[in-house]
């Protein structure tokens, strides 16, 4: 079975700022900026509810009206993408663990952006365009 995991793609209203975090863990990550997620818990009752909780857990903010958009499944795990956007809600964000949270430019991405972030980002600004499926399904094969 898959671990199940979430990433939610905090943009501003006109999709040109992000909320990313940079990782300390695990070690893979170390380093690496990626939107705030986590695993999804025994106690959540599906993966929007996961995504609330791990993104007020990482960031401080509680943001109920996700819009999932893309499952990315790897070899091992599955991940459910969800997006938001909102200036108001990206001003209140905060660093709650010992992992940074900050806002980054989107058309100017740090060189640590994890590199399957880069081209989530892209699909979920695809919404914001219009111009979109109803939600995409990714599969990552490795050689």
Wanted: hydrophobic share 45%; aromatic share 10%.
């Amino acid at each position: 079975m898959k671990t199940q995991m979430v990433c939610g793609f905090l943009f501003s209203t006109n999709g040109k700022r992000l909320c990313v975090i940079q990782k300390n863990r695990p070690e893979f990550l170390a380093g690496k900026l990626l939107p705030p997620g986590g695993k999804i818990e025994p106690t959540d009752d599906c993966p929007k509810h996961a995504m609330i909780r791990e993104f007020q857990e990482e960031v401080g903010v509680q943001i109920r009206k996700w819009q999932f958009f893309a499952t990315l499944q790897c070899a091992d795990v599955e991940v459910h993408c969800y997006m938001v956007f909102s200036d108001h809600l990206l001003f209140k964000v905060k660093t709650m663990t010992d992992e940074l949270v900050s806002v980054v430019e989107v058309d100017n991405l740090p060189a640590n952006m994890l590199p399957n972030a880069r081209w989530l980002i892209t699909m979920a600004l695809s919404f914001k365009a219009g111009e979109h499926a109803s939600s995409f399904q990714i599969q990552e094969v490795y050689a």
